[in-house]
């Protein structure tokens, strides 16, 4: 069996080649686009979505093949989310996975471009490289993403976040705005992955409930690593939440209370999916892993 | 029979409920975000795109059930387009369908957003709300609409046209570009109504052509108009392509010679779907009416 290090690192491996695959300038007139696009999604982090695809569908048995494919739609819903969110009209942040931002590096109308051309490609990749699932899987497939990334999902977050720069929200306000901003692709990451396999109804409700809860165990950590991190030790800017007046956990909760409700999060992430047994094993672990990025 | 005008104008007005009732704000806390995209997508223009499909899913007998949610999809995928083009880093525009831009008017991060949530809304609807046409086809439409609109498609050319600001091309080069970033659209509007109904394999031939040289001949005019009229006909900013020093079919051919080709594009269109006979009608008017935004 292999170890979730090992596993992890083949699956960050084997997502680099396929995005690569997945994003070649078909003509020499659109060299420029593709260069940023994969500018925007290649070498990139920790590939946590991808994980959770791949976590999700193991645990119920779904193809490889497939599952290369969703979390590459996945990881392009995320790049294109950062590029767009970076923008100087939104965070104006110039730093992003250790590298020049996407506008800092090929300007604000080629990563606007890029940003919308990695949307689409997301959803492209789904209705044409999944045929062996057959064309019913592959619409449940777009009804979840695209639920989860459009309006009533992460855009929706991010739209609540901008209006409430600068003011106070309550714990419910935050949550939901986290919900929607983060928490919505997380938790499609790992529906997505186990739509792809077999499911029977307890299997799908103990993923939801997986799903929803690192969702927002990510965010947490994500605000007090914001508020404690360095800005070399995260790759992107620390602090900038506080410079923006972003209300968030850190400043609704005490540090420790946040790391409080972190550490129930994942005590309750692993014990949703502890019936899967031995095939949850990487479901657990990344509940440890997006735990331990902070403590 | 119903005259085209009276054609026309029930598509018009349906579509507008169609397109209010499918970008209804679930909760209080998305509003702004939902205000921003109505304001792109509602009371817009002549509708054009929505007629295309109408008209190329009358000829071969969709239902309109279907091709009002496929109309409001690729409405939805127009106005993205038009948000962010006018955006201070593309167009810089101030000015859309007589009023002020989305930017001007909500601010570029919500314009921003917006565009990105229409974008996601389009393929929402289509996996959402035809499931009486079936799984296959509908992922057939998406793929159909995901390769039109993305970077091999609508977004590439706008890469394209923004990367020659200042410099010239040639004829092919054009063509390539506006079929691309508008052709690619008008012609998926096309084949999107087609796919709704029951065609044979010369009629999808018939409207594929036909789809290719509206889509042509909709640009020609277009840039013929940017040059000669005024900013209170169009209901945008008049000449911009010039003061953006944009190559156009107005500035690589003599205006007249613009006009001709307009002209030549008509006359194919017409042909390639005579064999329809009546079935065809509206879409021999609609090239008509594209022809005559002009002459």
Redesign the interface.
């Given at each position: 069996m292999t170890n979730f290090s090992d596993w992890a690192l083949g699956i960050q491996q084997r997502m680099e080649g396929v995005l690569s695959r997945c994003l070649q300038a078909?003509s020499q007139?659109?060299a420029?686009?593709?260069e940023a696009?994969r500018y925007a999604v290649l070498d990139g982090g920790k590939r946590i979505r991808s994980l959770l695809v791949f976590a999700a569908g193991e645990s119920v048995g779904a193809s490889i093949d497939h599952l290369e494919i969703i979390a590459a739609a996945v990881e392009m819903i995320h790049a294109?989310s950062l590029v767009?969110d970076d923008?100087p009209?939104?965070d104006n942040d110039v730093l992003r996975r250790g590298k020049p931002a996407c506008h800092v590096q090929f300007?604000?109308?080629?990563a606007?471009?890029a940003?919308?051309?990695l949307?689409?490609?997301a959803?492209?990749l789904l209705?044409?490289h999944l045929a062996t699932l057959?064309?019913?899987r592959?619409?449940l497939l777009?009804?979840t993403l695209?639920?989860a990334?459009?309006?009533?999902g992460m855009?929706?977050g991010?739209?609540?976040d901008?209006?409430h720069i600068g003011q106070s929200l309550n714990h419910d306000?935050i949550e939901?705005m986290h919900q929607l901003k983060t928490g919505s692709l997380i938790h499609a990451a790992v529906m997505l992955g186990g739509l792809a396999g077999h499911w029977d109804h307890e299997q799908e409700l103990m993923l939801d409930i997986f799903g929803k809860q690192v969702g927002l165990l990510f965010q947490v950590v994500d605000d007090v690593l914001d508020a404690t991190a360095s800005t070399q030790m995260l790759g992107k800017t620390a602090g900038k939440d506080a410079y923006h007046h972003k209300p968030t956990y850190a400043t609704i909760l005490t540090l420790d209370a946040a790391r409080r409700l972190a550490m129930d999060l994942h005590l309750s992430a692993i014990g949703s999916v502890s019936p899967f047994g031995q095939k949850g094993r990487y479901l657990a672990a990344l509940a440890d892993f997006i735990l331990q990025r902070q403590f």
């Open positions: 078909p007139d659109l420029g686009l593709y696009m294109y767009h923008m009209e939104m300007g604000q109308a080629m606007l471009l940003g919308d051309a949307q689409t490609r959803f492209e209705v044409n057959g064309s019913e592959i619409t777009l009804r695209t639920h990334v459009g309006p009533d855009v929706g991010q739209a609540i901008f209006e306000q939901r």
